[in-house]
């Protein structure tokens, strides 16, 4: 044994892999207290559900990094044994946004000319969202957004009404699309009381719900 002071400091200097750098415990609070800087600094691009978004977030990152990334110590455990490890966690990052429940439902209304004029007879704004089944952000859209209750609570106000334009052969649909010039999915278009759109407000694309609130709000 060497008592060469050197030595010792450089010893502990190094990790259990044998290579310089942070205990691993160390590093794995770092990373998740990375992940969850991350998911509340940038609330633009996660959705305003925080508990479960940087759960996704934390486990996302970490099962990239000790699964894939990270350099491990042999005793730990063999090289597949922490690639399946942190495959499972990026499985169970990416599912847990979409276990959650829906915390209300959106009246929808299928799409229909006469209901247009009624709402302006009515002197109701209308919502319309244009959408297709094969259509991923959609989903986001009615999975995350539609579901909240302040937007749902916003929406009665509103005559809700759904558009599907998955057949894209049908004349019907074509011709639905024409009339509003959608060209992407999903699409949601604002019409006022008085029956003409707000295009300032028309909404191409996925919006988390603090904004897209707001958007509907603006609809007069």
């Known amino acids: 044994m060497s008592d060469d002071p050197k030595s010792v400091d ?27 800087l991350v998911a509340w600094g940038l609330p633009w691009i996660f959705v305003d559900r925080p508990g479960a978004q940087v759960s996704s ?11 894939f990334l990270k350099k491990m110590p042999q005793h730990v455990g063999g090289l597949w044994w922490r690639r399946g490890l942190g495959l499972a966690f990026l ?45 991923g952000p959609c989903q986001i859209m009615e999975n995350q957004v539609f579901s909240r209750k302040k937007i749902v609570a916003e929406a009665e106000r509103f005559v809700t009404l759904k558009a599907d334009l998955t057949d894209s052969a049908d004349p019907g649909v074509q011709a ?24 300032k407000l028309r909404l191409v694309g996925v919006e988390w719900a603090d904004r897209f609130e707001k958007r509907m709000a603006a609809v007069q």
């Not at 892999?17 to 969850?36: D, K, N, Q, T």
Request: aromatic content about 12%.
């Open 176 to 199: 639905l699309a024409e009339k509003f010039s959608i060209v992407a999915f999903p699409t949601v278009v604002f019409i006022g009381p008085d029956g003409n759109e707000r295009t």
């Open 10 to 36: 450089e010893n502990k200097s190094q990790d259990m892999s044998g290579e310089p750098g942070l205990p691993p415990w160390s590093v794995a609070f770092l990373v998740c207290a990375g992940a969850a």
């Open 57 to 67: 977030l934390i486990l996302v990152v970490g099962g990239v990094y000790f699964g």
């Open 91 to 135: 499985v169970a990052g990416f599912l847990i946004p979409w276990s959650e429940r829906p915390e209300a439902e959106m009246p929808w209304q299928r799409y229909d000319d006469s209901l247009l004029g009624q709402a302006q007879r009515e002197g109701k704004p209308v919502m319309i969202d244009f959408t297709a089944a094969w259509c």
